[in-house]
């Protein structure tokens, strides 16, 4: 069992900077996929960013490209979101992921979340 708890969100600025972190607890950590989603209230669950366990792959949505960087640093069982030139439209519960196939997390369908935390970010 991997346990994931999100950290790093609340209230920021557009324009402004925001780093989420996700701390594993659990031995498989680096042998995982892991992800970030978000969902916005009155709208679907989106992923956000998603890394392979070596770091060697990555996946961003179109809408944070040039803006969010994922990255993951499996000797401290910790997964990082860095959220820069944030826009109201950013504002959601984010969460972390994690699953053994990257295929499985491109659909949304992960075996291990966070409880997530929120992001708001004022014009």
């Known amino acids: 069992q991997v346990q994931l708890v999100e950290s790093g969100g609340g209230l920021a600025q557009a324009g402004r900077s925001l780093r989420l972190s996700c701390a594993a607890s659990g031995r498989t950590f680096s042998t995982l996929a892991m992800g970030w989603f978000r969902q916005a209230p009155g709208k679907e669950r989106e992923i956000v960013a998603a890394?392979?366990?070596?770091?060697?792959?990555?996946h961003q949505a179109d809408s944070v490209k040039g803006r969010f960087t994922i990255s993951r640093n499996n000797a401290k069982n910790t997964g990082y979101l860095q959220m820069n030139s944030l826009k109201p439209e950013d504002t959601a519960v984010y969460y972390c992921?994690?699953?053994?196939?990257?295929?499985?997390?491109?659909?949304?369908?992960?075996?291990?979340w966070g409880q997530g935390t929120q992001v708001t970010v004022s014009s």
């Open positions: 890394i392979s366990w070596s770091g060697n792959w990555v």
């Open positions: 992921a994690a699953d053994p196939s990257i295929a499985t997390m491109l659909a949304g369908q992960c075996n291990y």
